[in-house]
């Protein structure tokens, strides 16, 4: 049973920073790609950026060079340094874990609650 919780989102004004972090915790065999996504009201879940278990990162072009996405192995913690925010970033942010519970299990995706962010101009 994998558990993905989310914290640190909230209301900052344009040109503003934000870091959420997403925190794994339960039965953990290996943690593999994670990622954060958003979605704004009425338009679809998008990827925002994601990271394998090797630090290698993906970022949409919308936030590339503005955002940066990290991990603690050790803490199974995704984090998102969200600088120079923009009002069009305004969205429920969702992380999400490419996470195996066992040995003899296949990696299932598990997603967190969501958390708001809201960026004023």
């Known amino acids: 049973q994998v558990q993905l919780v989310e914290s640190g989102g909230g209301l900052v004004q344009a040109g503003g920073s934000l870091r959420p972090s997403c925190a794994a915790s339960?039965?953990?065999?290996?943690?593999?790609?994670m990622g954060w996504y958003r979605q704004a009201p009425g338009k679809q879940r998008e990827l925002v950026a994601d990271?394998?278990?090797?630090?290698?990162?993906l970022y949409a072009d919308s936030v590339k060079g503005r955002f940066t996405i990290s991990r603690d192995n050790a803490k199974n913690t995704l984090y998102l340094q969200m600088n120079s925010l923009k009002p069009e970033d305004t969205a429920v942010y969702y992380c999400?874990?490419?996470?195996?519970?066992?040995?003899?299990?296949?990696?299932?995706?598990?997603w967190g609650q969501g958390t708001q962010v809201t960026v004023s101009s």
């Open positions: 999400a874990g490419d996470i195996r519970s066992s040995a003899t299990t296949r990696s299932i995706r598990y």
């Open positions: 339960g039965s953990i065999y290996m943690n593999n790609a």
């Open positions: 990271i394998t278990m090797g630090g290698s990162t």
